[in-house]
């Protein structure tokens, strides 16, 4: 932490003649490749899985990455913890998530200012909650800034992290979240667009602030949150797999389809099976860097079928199950509404009762041996083996053409 944040101080199988696999843009940089047939256009949705072209006012995780991390009291409580307590609650456990995540293509630097700045009002006035009124948000966030911004210096920095004391009797662990402003706030000659309030309890929730990072970078919400007054389960979609799914995850690491759209991904990387037939390839595991990582299917205008290999190793070393893990991605579908949704290898059967978020989807890849079968029979997965260094050989038949203008084209 060697800068400081107060103005006071320092400011693939080879040999197979019938393989089809067209490499791809990475995502950030993905503006050449938009007629390609497995890259997804960008909607309107919030936080969309299209991958040709980056968002605007999004800064990119690649390289380094500079965080500010300011601490918040109240009037009505004295801090019980030090900002560097609070810090390490969540560092370097995040920067590390993201390094492995990134195969050390994005390095987050947290940069946290040491000392608890005063917020003008007690914290129960703020009414601080999951679904926080915007009028009381916009009121919290303003006292915020103006508190911080006599002594911090908010210039050169991508991410900034609220962090309110975890002890404040107004404070509700359950609204930490990302705030996107419809008006940018100008501070130090910077736009701030989005802040991370982070009002989690003492110890946090695990990678609470690895996923919230996530959405600062344009990734979505992959649970389903049901309606008020329901029991259903949150973690229907993707299960453990993705921790913005759930940072409760057995398999937190992010989707290679995600890694794509972030840019940690070479276009050699990416296969796209664009073609009728049978192929053959290669899938090195998601969590180790190098090889194949992405194999992907185009289903329709706005959805694909992505295929890639999971191990029990880096970010996933408590995965319940390894194997080839199929999903569906629709960039038509904004976050929180189903966005990916993971296919069930092994339908009627779970795993991982005790710590899995939804074992019905904890044993999801699938093994050597083992054959999946789009609905309509057009596309068919067969794992054909695991070789000695880790890799996933993958049989993919096709029977139909896929391009997004097709006849037959699948939605």
Request: glycine share 10%; charged share 20%.
């Amino acid at each position: 932490m060697s800068r400081r944040a107060l103005k006071a101080g320092a400011a693939a199988v080879t040999g197979f003649a019938g393989l089809v696999a067209w490499t791809l843009m990475t995502g950030p940089a993905a503006h050449g490749a938009e007629d390609s047939p497995c890259v997804l256009p960008r909607t309107d949705v919030h936080h969309s899985e299209g991958v040709d072209s980056w968002p605007g006012g999004y800064a990119h995780p690649v390289g380094d990455v500079n965080a500010l991390m300011v601490f918040l009291s109240f009037p009505d409580s004295v801090p019980q913890l030090t900002p560097r307590e609070i810090e390490a609650d969540h560092f370097p456990a995040t920067s590390t998530f993201y390094d492995n995540a990134s195969y050390g293509q994005f390095r987050l630097h947290v940069h946290p200012v040491d000392r608890w700045l005063q917020m003008p009002r007690a914290s129960t006035a703020y009414l601080i909650n999951r679904d926080w009124d915007a009028g009381d948000r916009s009121m919290y966030l303003r006292d915020a800034i103006r508190t911080a911004d006599p002594s911090v210096d908010f210039r050169g920095y991508d991410v900034v992290y609220l962090v309110a004391d975890p002890d404040a009797p107004g404070v509700d662990s359950d609204a930490t979240k990302v705030v996107n402003l419809a008006q940018p706030m100008n501070v130090d000659g910077t736009s701030l667009r989005r802040l991370v309030t982070v009002f989690e309890r003492h110890p946090p929730d695990r990678n609470v602030l690895a996923h919230e990072t996530g959405h600062v970078f344009d990734l979505p919400d992959l649970y389903y949150r049901p309606p008020v007054g329901s029991n259903a389960d949150w973690d229907t979609h993707v299960g453990d797999w993705d921790l913005m799914g759930s940072q409760f995850g057995l398999a937190p690491d992010p989707f290679a389809w995600h890694k794509w759209k972030l840019g940690w991904l070479r276009d050699d990387q990416v296969g796209c099976i664009a073609r009728t037939g049978i192929t053959y390839h290669d899938l090195s595991p998601d969590e180790t860097p190098g090889g194949t990582k992405l194999l992907v299917v185009r289903t329709g205008t706005d959805s694909v079928l992505a295929i890639e290999a999971r191990s029990t190793a880096g970010n996933d070393a408590t995965a319940c199950r390894q194997g080839v893990l199929l999903y569906r991605v629709r960039s038509d579908k904004e976050s929180g509404d189903g966005p990916i949704d993971v296919v069930d290898g092994h339908p009627g059967t779970s795993a991982c009762e005790v710590n899995s978020v939804y074992p019905p989807l904890a044993d999801a890849p699938l093994g050597v041996g083992e054959t999946y079968t789009v609905p309509d029979g057009s596309t068919q997965v067969t794992v054909m083996g695991r070789g000695t260094d880790g890799t996933w050989t993958v049989r993919v038949t096709e029977a139909l053409p896929h391009s997004p203008t097709a006849p037959g084209l699948r939605g």
